[in-house]
């Protein structure tokens, strides 16, 4: 069962990479990728091309983009969406996403964080 590697949206803040990296867990930041200021669907795009699930707190744009993929039935490895919270809170719901559930089970999902209080 392998871990969920994780691509942070630029909305996202970066200490969150910080923070789960010190925990063992595979992040990537859009800046570390160079990918800042590119599109929804450029960012999507290049999460699913490194097997990384994105998150985001795009959450309007994203369910459109989920939507897309499904009808093209186009893979990705994961959508993450999450409401602006606090740091605390995001790394608490974030943590119990990603030991809930493998990479292979996050694969063309969209989940909701709000999911993982």
């Known amino acids: ?6 691509y942070l949206d630029e909305d996202v803040h970066p200490r ?3 923070i789960l990296r010190e925990r063992g867990f595979d992040v990537l930041t ?7 200021g590119k599109s ?11 097997g990384r699930a994105i998150l985001t707190h795009n959450v309007r744009d994203y369910v459109r983009l989920a939507q897309h993929y499904a009808r093209q039935n186009r893979p990705h490895a994961g959508i ?7 740091l605390r809170e995001l790394l608490r719901r974030i943590l119990r996403l990603m030991t809930a ?3 292979e089970e996050m694969a063309n999902r969209f989940e909701w964080l709000s999911n993982y209080k």
Not at 30 to 36: K, R
Not at 80 to 86: A, C, G, R
């Open 40 to 50: 929804d669907p450029g960012q999507l795009e290049f999460a699913a091309s490194q």
């Open 1 to 6: 069962m392998a871990l969920i590697a994780l």
């Open 16 to 18: 969150l990479a910080t």
């Open 80 to 86: 993450i969406v999450s409401d602006q919270l606090p």
């Open 30 to 36: 859009t800046a570390e990728a160079g990918m800042l």
């Open 101 to 103: 559930l493998s990479a």
